[in-house]
């Protein structure tokens, strides 16, 4: 049977018989017990289980056993239950799953119940219809946002691939490849900008400058600091001339240089900084200038900060 006479199946509006219904196959090795010393053993191994035959379960309801129960830490849920995640109707959800645009409301009945016996301390299967009213082959399973999704440490190497400015389509590329996931490139953006939000305490960009610019005023009263915001709300250039920096020009102003840019951070900022050398031949700065691009006015920007402080 293929994929599409089962999804267009006329059949969707009548109740199914049995025998439309498709069983996982291959399950003999990785199949499931009848019953857990742990909650967490039987996890694994339904994580497993589910992987080998292709079955995507999510929980419908669950009754944990309360943090004082003495069995809580093993055995954890008083019951659990899970279905197929094609049980719901998968139109409503958005992008990303419009593999099941045909299938309407699919309403598989496949289900998994699982409850705890006290008196024997194990985690019971007590339900597993596993018949299914869709095909279960890898293709579908891996397309399913539930298996794309990557691991925490997963998501850690694609972090620091980013920071390191590997292009999106490679991260997808090598992500896809390490872990047999269908990870998109959306994916991938979208792990950045979780990370960014955690990383923020979820400030925004602009309150995290402002942040950091008032603890260096804090720090240092006489400290010169120069903001330019563009038409679009961009911040494109920060001088900031310290107390000390200042000092430095006031007392070698004759040799002034710029010392280089470099693309420092995640924004591509470059980063401007002026040095003077000392009667002993030593650098020091006398202002940095941090600006979205090297872009002429920007650069001017940076100069014309720097006389502004300089003026008196
Ligand atoms: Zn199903």
């Known amino acids: 049977m293929s994929d599409s006479s089962v999804i267009s199946s006329p059949s969707e509006n009548n109740p199914r018989s049995d025998n439309d219904l498709v069983y996982p196959t291959n399950t003999e090795e990785n199949d499931l017990k009848d019953s857990y010393p742990a909650f967490s053993e039987f996890e694994a191994a339904f994580k497993q289980y589910q992987r080998d035959t292709f079955q995507t379960f999510v929980v419908r309801r669950s009754e944990s056993l309360g943090k004082t129960h003495p069995k809580a830490d093993t055995l954890k849920y008083k019951k659990i239950e899970y279905e197929c995640v094609h049980h719901k109707d998968y139109e409503k959800k958005g992008q990303g799953e419009r593999i099941f645009t045909h299938s309407r409301k699919q309403k598989c009945p496949a289900i998994v119940k699982v409850a705890a016996s006290i008196r024997e301390a194990t985690v019971r299967i007590t339900k597993k219809e596993v018949g299914h009213n869709h095909p279960l082959t890898e293709e579908r399973w891996?397309?399913?946002?539930?298996?794309?999704?990557?691991?925490?440490?997963?998501a850690d190497k694609v972090v620091s691939m980013q920071k390191s400015?590997?292009?999106?389509?490679?991260?997808?590329?090598?992500?896809?490849?390490?872990?047999?996931?269908?990870?998109?490139?959306?994916?991938?953006?979208?792990?950045?900008?979780?990370?960014?939000?955690?990383?923020?305490?979820?400030?925004?960009?602009?309150?995290?400058?402002?942040?950091?610019?008032?603890?260096?005023?804090?720090?240092?009263?006489?400290?010169?600091?120069?903001?330019?915001?563009?038409?679009?709300?961009?911040?494109t250039n920060i001088t900031i001339i310290t107390s000390e920096m200042q000092k430095n020009f006031n007392e070698n102003y004759s040799l002034a240089f710029l010392d280089g840019t470099y693309k420092l951070n995640v924004e591509n900022y470059c980063l401007y900084a002026v040095v003077v050398q000392d009667r002993h031949g030593h650098g020091r700065p006398v202002a940095l200038g941090f600006m979205s691009s090297e872009k002429a006015a920007h650069v001017d920007a940076f100069f014309n900060a720097f006389k502004a402080c300089h003026k008196t």
């Open 142 to 154: 891996k397309g399913l946002p539930e298996n794309r999704r990557l691991s925490t440490t997963e």
């Open 165 to 235: 400015f590997v292009p999106t389509k490679a991260i997808q590329r090598e992500m896809a490849k390490q872990t047999g996931k269908a990870v998109t490139s959306k994916d991938i953006i979208n792990i950045r900008t979780k990370h960014d939000k955690v990383e923020r305490g979820g400030r925004t960009e602009e309150e995290m400058v402002n942040h950091i610019l008032n603890e260096i005023r804090r720090k240092d009263a006489g400290v010169f600091i120069d903001i330019v915001v563009s038409d679009a709300q961009k911040v």
